[in-house]
């Protein structure tokens, strides 16, 4: 049985303390804004629709949790670099995600994507 395809949003979080418990295992997406982060979970979820997707970069602003099973789940974080908006927002994104990337003791993995076109 493929749990991939049995992903489901979970929750969004703007910072840490809003995220799921700590336990399990989780594979997170990094990547420069529009890199192909949320298109990637869709793929590898079978899953059209689960990440949404917008050629606006900037558009994912929290860490966005996806189940696959009880004990696993995939997180797609915001992009860094261009994004339309405010640099005080940006400043929050990144202190979250330095935040996540050293405390989190559930992250496994992480896939960094980037964009053939901008390497």
């Not at 979080?13 to 997170?28: K, M, S």
């Not at 997406?29 to 990637?40: E, I, M, P, T, Y």
């Not at 689960?50 to 606006?56: E, H």
């Not at 949790?65 to 696993?72: A, G, I, V």
Request: hydrophobic share 35%; net charge positive.
């Amino acid at each position: 049985m493929n749990f991939y395809r049995q992903a489901n949003y979970l929750l969004s979080a703007y910072h840490l303390n809003q995220a799921p418990p700590d336990i399990g295992a989780e594979v997170a997406f990094a990547g420069r804004s529009n890199a192909g982060k949320s298109s990637a979970i869709n793929t590898i979820t079978g899953q059209k629709g689960l990440a949404r997707t917008s050629k606006t970069p900037g558009r994912t602003q929290q860490l966005i949790f996806f189940t696959l099973d009880q004990e696993r789940r995939l997180v797609d974080l915001p992009g860094y670099g261009y994004a339309k908006v405010p640099l005080a927002v940006q400043s929050q994104w990144q202190q979250t995600l330095e935040r996540y990337l050293h405390t989190r003791e559930s992250l496994r993995g992480l896939v960094l994507m980037m964009d053939i076109r901008h390497p």
